[in-house]
């Protein structure tokens, strides 16, 4: 959907880069080899919106959408913000996909050999579509930091996995959403990949205005897009 | 003189890897069936390994494709279900898709490109996306000969940007790195 509008190039000040020696995976699977341009056009432009998912309705409440025979054990947390373009212009009814580890720093993923345990009500996947102001809001369980092989005693910070279909192809967006005041944001290499000046984009605030009494903590953190492309000023 | 105050502009939302354990939220609906309405006859398959710098398999990728229908078109409107397409990578790094050969879309000046689809990488040990696109057709059609973004890539790299047949079906292969480096785009 979409089309018409161009829009302005990725930011190399805002993104990583291919290669970022500290995160070791890194090292033999970014492209070396310059980019090639391309202008963009019609295939560019346009974009898969939530019924290119199959998707009408949202699943966004993962304390609830997996459970099988009781409530996940955790930290429940409400986490909402708003998708907006970088001119600040709201990104309506676009599909935001998320997942995470458990309270217990586990996936449910065969892969995931983590020794914590796994939680019978919980997988940790949900998925949520903006509103007309591009708000979105999940309902879930704090996951837990895990211990991961990039290096000795590395463990990942609390985070969330979040995909943005954005308006079109080229505003894709996929990105992790971490919480403040964690000692293991300043250790972690894939955090560390984003230039200085922009990290900090990735850390929810505590919003006591979102939490609910006796309920769950609330966290914010707006997501910005790729913008329109803007006319150069003469 | 004073330039004019800026517009509002926010900081873009840093890339982040999709990590090793996707699958059962990326991969949750099954999306490889690129135009589940078309008419059967019309369909092809798309298939191929996702490789590292060594040639090792990436069985930890995701593959998003987005592509015209058989007519050039796009979706028309926000319930079309056509066009795009996701596939995990399995244990051997290979992803899968059933779609149709794309008609013409024109380039930004209005010249016919030939038919290709617009593939997002995404894995772990990316952190942030690639784009490249895949034409389903020949180098040498006339079609590929004219078309204004394979003429801005390197000659002795255009072959990387081609599917080719296998056993009735196409195939094309993304070399993250390496001497067969696949062409990814700046889009």
Known sequence: ?234 | MTAPEPAPHLGQTPSQTVGPFFSFSLGRFDLTDVFPDADPATKVTLTGQVLDGEDTPVPDAVIELWQADASGRFPASRSDRGGFGRSCTDTDGRYRFTTVVPGVVAAADGTPQAPHATLVVFARGLLRHAFTRVYLCAPDDAAAQADPVLAAVPPSRRHTLFAHDDDGGFRFDIHLQGPAETVFLDL
């Open chain 1, 1 to 234: 959907m979409t089309g018409t509008v161009a829009y302005e190039p990725f930011d190399p000040a805002s993104h990583p880069g291919f290669t970022h020696e500290a995160y070791r995976s890194t090292v033999l699977r970014g492209p070396r080899q310059a980019l090639v341009p391309l202008t963009q056009s019609a295939g560019e432009t346009t974009g898969p919106t939530p019924a290119s998912l199959g998707i009408t309705a949202d699943d966004n409440d993962l304390t609830t959408n997996a459970a099988r025979d009781g409530e996940p054990i955790g930290e429940r947390i409400i986490v909402t913000g708003r998708v907006l373009d970088a001119s600040g212009a709201p990104v309506a009814g676009t599909l935001i996909e998320l997942w995470q580890a458990n309270a217990a720093g586990r996936y449910a993923h065969p892969v995931d050999i983590h020794p914590a345990p796994l939680d019978p009500n919980f997988v940790g996947a949900g998925h949520c579509i903006t509103d007309a102001e591009g708000v979105y809001r999940f309902l879930t369980i704090k996951p837990g930091a895990y211990p991961w092989r990039n290096h000795a005693n590395a463990w990942r910070p609390a985070h969330l996995h979040v995909s943005v279909l954005g308006p079109a192809i080229a505003t894709r967006l996929v990105t992790q959403m971490y919480f403040p005041g964690d000692p293991l944001l300043e250790l972690d290499p894939i955090l560390g990949g984003v230039p200085d000046g922009a990290r900090e984009r990735l850390v929810a605030a505590y919003a006591h205005d979102v939490t609910e009494a006796e309920w769950a903590l609330g966290y914010r953190w707006d997501i910005v897009l790729r913008g329109p492309l803007r006319t150069p000023e003469v």
